[in-house]
C-alpha cells in the first residue's frame, strides 16, 4: 500500500496526559499537511510542512500542539497536556509540488484521538 | 476569513433519484476541490475544478464550477447506495488565503436508500 499512512488510528487518553501521532506521506510527494476534523465539521487546516520546513501554522494549533517533520519523509503531531476539546479525527494529507497553488490532497485514514 | 457553504447539510434519498448540492462562497477561489468521505477514512479525492464555468463529468457524478469561481455544484444521476457518504468541497488559493491550504466546507451527508 503506496498510500498516506497514519498510526495510531484510535487513542483514547485522560485529559492532561501527552499523545503524539504519526504520518508517513506518500513517497514522492514534499507537502505534508494536518488538518483537524471534529463532528459535523470539514477538516480544518492545521499545519503545512515542505519538505523539511515547517511553512504554515494556524491559530487553531496552541502552545500545546507542536509538528515536526525532521528529515522531510515522515512527520509526528504531538499534542501536550491533552484538554477534553482536542478529541477529534486528526487528518495527514500530502501531495506533490505543482507549483505555487494547492494541489490535490491524499489523505491518510484519520488518527481519532478522545480524550477522558 | 473565508468560509464555504454547503446545502443541504443533509440529504436523504431513495435509489435511482437525482440530486444536487451546493457550495457557495464569498471568495473567489483558484481551484475548488470535491472530496468523499466515508464514516472513520479520510477524505478521498473526487475532482478538481480550476476554470471558471468548467464543467466535469466522472461516470454519474458531474461537478460544475461557477462563472465568478466561488460556487460549485455536484449533480449525481440515479443514485446509487454506494453513493452514500459526506461530500466535502474544499478551496484553495482563496482571495487573501495561502495557496498552498484547502478551506473546506461542513459536508452534504448523503444517503442513498436501497
Known sequence: DTGVSQNPR??????????????????????????????GQG????????????????RLLSDRFSAERPKGSFSTLEIQRTEQGDSAMYLCASSPFTGPN??????????????? | TQLLEQSPQFLSIQEGENLTVYCN?????????WYRQEPGEGPVLLVTVVTG?????????????????????LHITAAQPGDTGL????????????????????????????
Open chain 1, 102 to 116: 494547492t494541489g490535490e490532497l491524499f489523505f491518510g485514514e484519520g488518527s481519532r484521538l478522545t480524550v477522558l
Open chain 1, 43 to 58: 477538516p480544518e487546516f492545521l499545519t503545512y510542512f515542505q519538505n523539511e520546513a515547517q511553512l504554515e501554522k494556524s
Open chain 1, 10 to 39: 484510535h487513542k483514547i487518553t485522560k485529559r492532561g496526559q501527552n499523545v503524539t501521532f504519526r504520518c508517513d506521506p506518500i513517497s514522492e510527494h514534499n507537502r505534508l499537511y494536518w488538518y483537524r476534523q471534529t463532528l
Open chain 2, 87 to 114: 461530500y466535502l468541497c474544499a478551496g484553495g488559493g482563496g482571495s487573501g488565503g495561502s495557496n498552498y491550504k484547502l478551506t473546506f466546507g461542513k459536508g452534504t451527508l448523503l444517503t442513498v436508500n436501497p
Open chain 2, 25 to 33: 462562497s464569498s471568495s473567489v477561489f483558484s481551484s475548488l476541490q
Open chain 2, 53 to 73: 464555468g468548467e464543467v466535469k463529468k466522472l461516470k454519474r457524478l458531474t461537478f460544475q464550477f461557477g462563472d465568478a469561481r466561488k460556487d460549485s455544484s
